[in-house]
T-cell receptor, first 114, second 111 residues
Framework: KAGVTQTPRYLIKTRGQQVTLSCSPI?????VSWYQQTPGQGLQFLFEYFSETQRNKGNFPGRFSGRQFSNSRSEMNVSTLELGDSALYLC?????????????FGEGSRLTVL | AQTVTQSQPEMSVQEAETVTLSCTYD???????LFWYKQPPSRQMILVIR??????QNATENRFSVNFQKAAKSFSLKISDSQLGDAAMYFCAQRTYKYIFGTGTRLKVLA
């Protein structure tokens, strides 16, 4: 069974640009969540999607958005990039509707904003 | 508000020894789950151990066990017989309606 796949793995952008990151969950998983990881801050929850609906959202500005497609693949978009958006963005999928189970993480997309 | 606090940014342990990583949390919810995740260098994060809050018995997974003190809102991870492969960032996490992670503890294992 293939794991969670995130693309691209690395990218460099400049301030003001926008970026789209993609996540393909494990087959059969309907829940996808996104996290921003920075040194000293740990993982900050961005949002969670279940069956194409945003189920929960973290405390990030509206520049951060996401969506989920009918095949459970998910994308997140960051517009008007700022230097502070440089981070490792992790996607995780899980199977159960109650989402109390294990998260399966991708390797992450490392974004550098110059 | 949900919070998870890991007060030890870095820990070291000798190979074959035992180490305990600390975690405290706060929530007003009565139904929640607690987790420890491991992130090896440049590798994917994986689940180490899970604890349901309604269960009083501490969870164990081979060399990994937790000390769950519900009243104190404490959830520490004990690693016995530490191995070089245990070197990683360890994140404590709480799940109610969403996951909240701590800031992580970097564990170094000394040969």
């Amino acid at each position: 069974k293939a794991g969670v796949t995130q693309t691209p793995r690395y990218l460099i952008k400049t301030r003001g640009q926008q970026v789209t990151l993609s996540c393909s969950p494990i087959s059969g998983h309907r829940s996808v969540s996104w996290y921003q990881q920075t040194p000293g801050q740990g993982l900050q929850f961005l949002f969670e999607y279940f069956s194409e609906t945003q189920r929960n959202k973290g405390n990030f500005p509206g520049r951060f958005s996401g969506r989920q497609f009918s095949n459970s693949r998910s994308e997140m978009n960051v517009s008007t990039l700022e230097l502070g958006d440089s981070a490792l963005y992790l996607c995780a999928s899980s199977s159960g509707e109650l989402n109390t189970g294990e998260l399966f993480f991708g390797e992450g997309s490392r974004l550098t904003v110059l | 508000a949900q919070t998870v606090t890991q007060s030890q940014p870095e820990m070291s342990v000798q190979e074959a020894e035992t180490v305990t990583l600390s975690c405290t949390y706060d929530t007003s919810e009565s139904d929640y789950y607690l987790f420890w995740y491991k992130q090896p260098p440049s590798r994917q994060m994986i689940l180490v151990i899970r604890q349901e809050a309604y269960k009083q018995q501490n969870a164990t997974e081979n060399r990994f066990s937790v000390n769950f003190q519900k009243a104190a809102k404490s959830f520490s991870l004990k690693i016995s017989d530490s191995q070089l492969g245990d070197a990683a960032m360890y994140f404590c996490a709480q799940r109610t309606y969403k996951y909240i992670f701590g800031t992580g503890t970097r564990l170094k294992v000394l040969a």
